[in-house]
T-cell receptor
Framework: AQKVTQAQTEISVVEKEDVTLDCVYE???????LFWYKQPPSGELVFLIR??????QNEISGRYSWNFQKSTSSFNFTITASQVVDSAVYFC????????????FGEGTQLTVNP | DAGITQSPRHKVTETGTPVTLRCHQT?????MYWYRQDPGHGLRLIHY???????DKGEVSDGYSVSRSKTEDFLLTLESATSSQTSVYFC?????????????FGPGTRLTVL
């Protein structure tokens, strides 16, 4: 069965600090897909990134970067030089190839960036 | 913007009453989903649809039913609402024709059952 663990329930940082959000997953499939979503205080869910299990390249998008390591079943998310607008709940999610459409979410990490 | 709307956006109802939430999409997506979000649980899949009149259960389907009579609308019904169904409900679509594609979410419906 698939499972996603986001061990950090809440993180608080001061603006301009770097912060890493952890995501550890469990799956028996060899093909799977990993996602990160952002939920700002306004409540909508915003897609950030999708990573396929056969592509272990790390990705950078502006201040955001993602470190995918199959050896440790982790897909961590780093925000460099955090800003107040980064304050949100961040969700990691997993979809197994054999589970069809089912997305399994972690419980989320509440990130607060203080000025 | 994936062209997803949900109605109503907020609803307060009483235990035992029926409730229907509507998800509407404008881009002819094949796959549609209903999730609920609760503190400490992230988002959990209730039901999903892979075409008109084709639906399947998710991990928390008890107490819920769905219908999809046309591509653009996916309805979630609580036949007899209970307080445990107080939650935020999100509809989602798949961006492509495959179940592998990325899911995009609607704005959510906050339901309170008194």
């Amino acid at each position: 069965a698939q499972k996603v663990t986001q061990a950090q329930t809440e993180i608080s940082v001061v603006e301009k600090e770097d912060v890493t959000l952890d995501c550890v997953y469990e799956t028996r499939d060899t093909t799977y897909y990993l996602f990160w979503y952002k939920q700002p205080p306004s409540g909508e869910l915003v897609f950030l990134i999708r990573r396929n299990s056969f592509d272990e390249q790390n990705e950078i998008s502006g201040r955001y970067s993602w470190n995918f390591q199959k050896s440790t079943s982790s897909f961590n998310f780093t925000i460099t030089a955090s800003q107040v607008v980064d304050s949100a709940v961040y969700f990691c999610a997993l979809r197994e190839e054999t589970s069809g459409s089912r997305l399994t979410f972690g419980e989320g990490t509440q990130l607060t960036v203080n000025p | 913007d994936a062209g997803i709307t949900q109605s109503p956006r907020h609803k307060v109802t009483e235990t035992g009453t029926p409730v229907t939430l509507r998800c509407h999409q404008t881009e002819n997506h094949r796959y549609m989903y209903w999730y609920r979000q609760d503190p400490g649980h992230g988002l959990r899949l209730i039901h999903y649809s892979y075409g008109v009149k084709d639906t399947d259960k998710g991990e928390v389907s008890d107490g819920y039913s769905v219908s999809r009579s046309k591509t653009e609308d996916f309805l979630l019904t609580l036949e007899s609402a209970t307080s445990s169904q107080t939650s935020v409900y999100f509809c989602a679509i798949n961006s492509g024709v495959s179940s592998r594609d990325t899911q995009y979410f609607g704005p959510g419906t906050r339901l309170t059952v008194l």
